[in-house]
């Protein structure tokens, strides 16, 4: 697997033909970020694996410490989650790839769905992601949930 930066308009391109979609790690939203300013940098990312988009990412850098950044990915990488090994190569190659951008961490917040509810807030469904979150926790990923640190900036 490797991991390409992509230009706009190519990040939209496949961003439109890819399969699943979120808005915060959408062509749109890098757009936004970069209009604001916020971060040191924004990149897109495309995940390849035989010329074939196979994920994207909007990832931000800010700066951490005094000379330090750290890279955020906030609710994504988008791909396919039900496949764990695609999500250990995926995640250990943008590890590899935040660090040639001399980040010296990486923060992901996946979008993972814990419960699922009806209309009469029922759970329907619960622990769908819990093979995903084992395998960052095998990554050596903390999961935890800091509501002011998530939304710093984003938008």
């Known amino acids: 697997m490797k991991i ?11 961003q439109e033909a890819f399969l699943t979609s979120n808005i915060l790690q959408s062509h749109q939203i890098a757009e936004l970020q970069e209009e604001r300013n916020h971060y040191n ?5 495309l995940f390849l ?10 990832v931000d850098y800010q700066k951490k410490w005094k000379y330090f950044q750290e890279a955020l990915v906030i609710q994504g990488p988008v791909l396919d ?4 090994s695609l999500v250990v190569q995926a ?34 469904s619960q622990n769908e992601s819990q093979e995903i979150a084992d395998v960052f926790r ?17 938008m």
């Open 4 to 14: 390409i930066s992509a230009t706009a308009s190519e990040f939209l391109a496949a």
């Open 41 to 45: 940098k924004v990149e897109r990312l």
């Open 49 to 58: 694996e035989d010329e074939q988009v196979i994920g994207l990412a909007v």
């Open 81 to 84: 989650y039900s496949n764990p």
């Open 91 to 124: 995640i250990q190659s943008l590890e590899h790839h935040v660090r040639q951008q001399q980040a010296i961490s990486l923060m992901c917040h996946p979008y993972l769905i814990d419960q699922r509810k009806d209309e009469n807030l029922a759970i329907i």
């Open 138 to 154: 095998r990554l050596s990923y903390n999961r935890y949930f800091d509501s002011d640190y998530l939304f710093n900036g984003m």
